[in-house]
């Protein structure tokens, strides 16, 4: 009976029109992914159980510190089943420390950080500068129809995009200018910048439409 529950939990949402998307809840900033998922029409619900990440269509990443988030994913016992969530097909979108999360190599980070696999590319942590050296731009989105505006803190940028993954945002000028900031591969989505925080929420549409597409 146990496995058979574990079994429905895990059977993906067919009120696509209303997807359950999980916020990692560990640390970081979980409310403004609540808001912006709401906002575009999915479920967000809080996940720090293996149970809770069984029960959802898809995961968003916050920002926040990656290092620390990667050791309270061992903790509470989500790393292994978070990496076979992904291995399986699970989408899933990060935002600065969510992308470093989501990368396949990380550069400039603790020796035991941790991370998931789920793009094949090389981040680099803090690569923009120290908090005072945070920014904003605006950025030509693969998928989006204007610019939209990005905010920029102790944020990461993509050393290295794989085969597979399509650049989504580059910078556009200035000394940073070339470097990415948003890539996808398959269903898994991330961005070097803080999309939840400007008020203009079109890459969580543009997330939100990816998981209803595999629902």
Known sequence: MAEQSVIAARE????????????????????????????A???PVSVRRRSELDAVDALVLPGGESTTISKLLEAFELLEP??????DGMPAFG?????????SEVLDTR?????LSGIDMTVRRNAFGRQVDSFETDLDFTGLDSPIRAVFIRAPWVERAGAGVEVLATVPSGPFAGRIVAARQGNVLATSFHPEVTGDLRVHDLFVGMVRATA
């Open 41 to 43: 029409g999915a479920e």
């Open 111 to 115: 020796p035991d950080a941790q991370h």
């Open 95 to 103: 935002s600065c420390a969510g992308m470093i999360l989501l990368a």
């Open 82 to 87: 978070l990496r076979a969530r992904l291995r």
């Open 12 to 39: 993906p949402q067919r009120a696509t029109s209303s997807p359950r998307i999980g916020v990692l809840a560990l640390q970081g900033d979980v409310r403004e992914h609540f808001a912006a998922l709401e906002h």
